[in-house]
């Protein structure tokens, strides 16, 4: 019990210290709305294009393993007669 109190004072007492620490006259860095909505929609076309070739890799699997199980169903049905 005492070791989470102790925990939670450090975390506490480190999370402060880096606000202190840090210089409060520089300023922040901007980033231009512009740029954060060219991020976001190249994010979303990769994420897009991700899906759609895995879509169509596994389309094209699971159409061959259909015509594998195709020509072996007619092979065998061929065999039977």
């Not at 975390?11 to 512009?34: K, Q, V, W």
């Not at 979303?44 to 991700?50: D, R």
Request: some cysteine; aromatic content about 14%; proline content about 1%.
């Amino acid at each position: 019990m005492a070791y989470n109190k102790f925990f939670i004072f450090a975390l506490f007492f480190f999370c402060n210290l880096t606000g202190a620490l840090t210089d409060t006259s520089a300023s922040c860095y901007r980033i231009e709305p512009g740029t954060i909505a060219g991020i976001i929609c190249a994010d979303v076309l990769l994420t897009l294009l991700i899906v759609i070739v895995t879509y169509r890799c596994a389309s094209f699997r699971r159409q061959k393993i259909d015509n594998a199980d195709k020509v072996y169903m007619n092979v065998r049905a061929n065999c039977k007669s």
